[in-house]
């Protein structure tokens, strides 16, 4: 279970080490072109529909990254087999889980040094993003990666590309993108790959036996091809991005439509007092006027806690040291050289590979400790009426994972019908859940643990323990039909019906689910779609407070979902009278449907109700 952690700007390395830590439902390649028909293959609507596969390794999965390529080869082969038959016989309805088929092809390819084959997977990348900013920076690089090694261009080339082909592309689509690459190849460091596949992914393959998830091949795979073709030309490549952004500094950004719709509630407004649970990582209620029962809190393993915020235990007193490696890391994110983003680059080069797991785990921490007090300040913002109660689930943050079982899921689910009486014994009317997960994530916890025989049955153990949470949360929501309970879609650029996310992919009459837009209402790249999101908000770089009062800018659907929490309980401190349904059906006729955002409008939505907010 994890929070939608805020959007910091990680190593590609560490991006790396959780992609193949989570190798459960494996990224699979392009279908052969004699692949059959629609008609004639299985449907498939839902990610627990595909099948789950292992391959043995001959050695740990660190030793694949610098040893012989020979040795590396059958693995592939092994995988490409397996996806291209899955691909014969599925007809994959989700555009995401095809982009990473064609992304795994796109890796062996360049693995194999198969340049001719990268232009046509990019194209097909490109086709399966829906989103114009990606649809556009899709396979760039790679296309420029290939065509240096055929024509044995130099680095000097590589920059020259690079600024070229991001220069041309249309700049208020690609924005945010590529800063958001430049941030990551700033980070990106050889040595850290390596140390998170030696600390990390080695210690899932020893319990395993060597016999892996088939994803952790393609995982390999993709960390070889970033060390071998990427980490060469970093330099040159953060060069031509940071040129692309000089250039267009001068051009106007997207105008900002979102400022305008915000009200706030003024402190001598005729109002009553409205409780807002935030059901998070923790708050820090000294910056808040909580509700008279405070909190509930549960630990790692779901069991009662008495810490309302996240405690920090042995790196409290560095935490003057994570907080500005959080800064830095949005810093760079935003294209900003600070002090803290410098600081964080030269932090990030000197790393050995033996300091890899303790450096990742201090950002899920220092992100665990931040997200939910970040969170509450969003939602009561311009809200002088409004009452904070946390619900504060105090989840891992080491790499290793707890082991699931029934008996954590029984107490996940007792756990979940305890906050929600405690939401109504405080008379909440609205709740913000800025967290998700699927059971996919059982199957990455207990492929760590080695619990199943097969990947197959790790799949029905996770089918089985997911079920008994989700049906204990949808009752426990459903439970309480007077409270508004916000959902936040997630941030992987996903189907929250496909991965069947809870809460996200939940449908109840009291819960709303929200899909993040920049200021100027465009749909941002790593916004989770689906039928459920029925609602966008503002989710790029919004400010709030941290724990201790420092503000700080973040990104996420965890920072849109508050914002229509923020909405729901001015509705409910203007007018203590409304119901759920009136106040749900007033945010949604007031959104302004955009394809396939439906962006929130606080101000129509308030005058649909006979509100008048203040100008």
Do not use: C
């Amino acid at each position: 279970m994890k929070p939608i952690a805020v959007a910091v700007a990680v190593a590609p390395a560490l991006l790396l080490a959780a992609q193949v830590i989570a190798a459960q439902s494996p990224p699979m390649p392009t279908p052969a072109p004699t692949a059959p028909s629609s008609a004639e293959r299985t449907i498939v609507t839902r990610a627990e529909q595909l099948p789950r596969r292992s391959i043995r390794l001959q050695r740990l999965p660190s030793e694949y990254l610098a040893g012989p390529r020979d040795a590396l080869l059958p693995l592939a082969d092994a995988l490409e087999k397996n996806l291209r038959a899955d691909l014969e016989r599925f007809d994959i309805q989700d555009a995401a889980t095809l982009r990473e088929y064609h992304g795994t092809l796109l890796s062996l390819a360049q693995f194999r040094g198969d340049w001719t084959a990268v232009p046509a997977l990019v194209e097909r990348l490109r086709s399966l993003q829906d989103k114009p900013g990606p649809r556009a920076t899709s396979g760039v690089l790679a296309s420029i990666v290939a065509e240096q090694q055929l024509a044995r261009r130099d680095a000097a080339w590589v920059r020259a590309e690079v600024e070229k082909r991001f220069g041309a592309l249309e700049w208020a689509d690609v924005a945010e993108g590529v800063k958001r690459s430049k941030s990551q190849f700033e980070l990106l460091n050889p040595a850290l790959v390596q140390g998170a596949f030696e600390q990390q992914v080695d210690v899932m393959a020893r319990n395993m036996q060597l016999d892996v998830p088939e994803g952790m091949v393609g995982s390999i795979i993709g960390a070889r091809v970033q060390n071998e073709l990427l980490a060469p030309v970093r330099a040159e490549v953060v060069a031509g991005l940071q040129a692309v952004i000089d250039r267009h500094a001068p051009v106007a950004a997207r105008p900002d439509v979102w400022t305008s719709r915000q009200f706030a509630i003024p402190a001598g407004a005729k109002a009553g007092e409205v409780g807002i649970g935030i059901w998070d990582s923790g708050v820090d209620l000294s910056l808040f006027k909580p509700t008279p029962g405070r909190g509930i809190a549960f630990d790692r393993e779901m069991r009662p806690a008495t810490a309302l915020l996240r405690p920090l235990g042995e790196a409290e007193s560095r935490w003057p040291q994570l907080r500005q490696t959080v800064k830095g890391a949005m810093d760079l994110r935003a294209a900003l050289d600070t002090e803290d983003a410098r600081r964080l680059k030269q932090t990030v080069a000197s790393l050995r590979p033996d300091q890899a797991k303790a450096f990742q785990e201090d950002l899920a921490l220092a992100g665990y400790y931040i997200h939910g007090t970040h969170v509450a300040g969003i939602a009561v913002e311009g809200n002088p009426f409004a009452r904070v109660f946390t619900a504060s689930m105090l989840w891992e943050h080491r790499s290793e994972p707890v082991q699931p079982g029934e008996e954590l899921s029984r107490r996940t689910a007792a756990a979940y019908a305890q906050i929600v009486r405690a939401f109504q014994a405080q008379k909440l009317r609205v709740v913000n859940m800025s967290w998700r997960y699927g059971a996919g994530a059982y199957e990455e916890m207990l492929a760590w643990h080695n619990v199943g025989a097969t990947a197959e049955e790790r799949k029905q153990i996770a089918r089985r323990l997911f079920a008994v949470e989700r049906e204990a949360l949808r009752a426990a929501i459903a439970s309480a039909p007077e409270i508004l309970f916000v959902a936040a879609s997630g941030n992987e650029d996903n189907s929250a019906d496909f991965d069947e996310y809870i809460p996200a992919g939940l449908q109840l009459p009291n819960l709303l689910t929200v899909g993040a837009v920049d200021r100027s209402g465009e749909e941002t790249s790593f916004s989770t779609f689906g039928k459920t999101v029925v609602l966008h908000a503002n989710g790029f770089e919004v400010e709030s407070v941290l724990p201790g009062g420092d503000r700080m800018k973040a990104s996420g659907t965890s920072m849109a979902s508050p914002q229509v929490a923020n909405l729901a309980a001015k509705l409910f401190a203007l007018n203590p009278a409304l119901t759920v349904a009136q106040v749900r059906d007033a945010i949604l006729q007031g959104a302004e449907r955009r394809g396939r955002v439906n962006l929130v409008h606080p101000r129509r939505s308030a005058e649909l109700l006979g509100l008048a907010p203040a100008p």
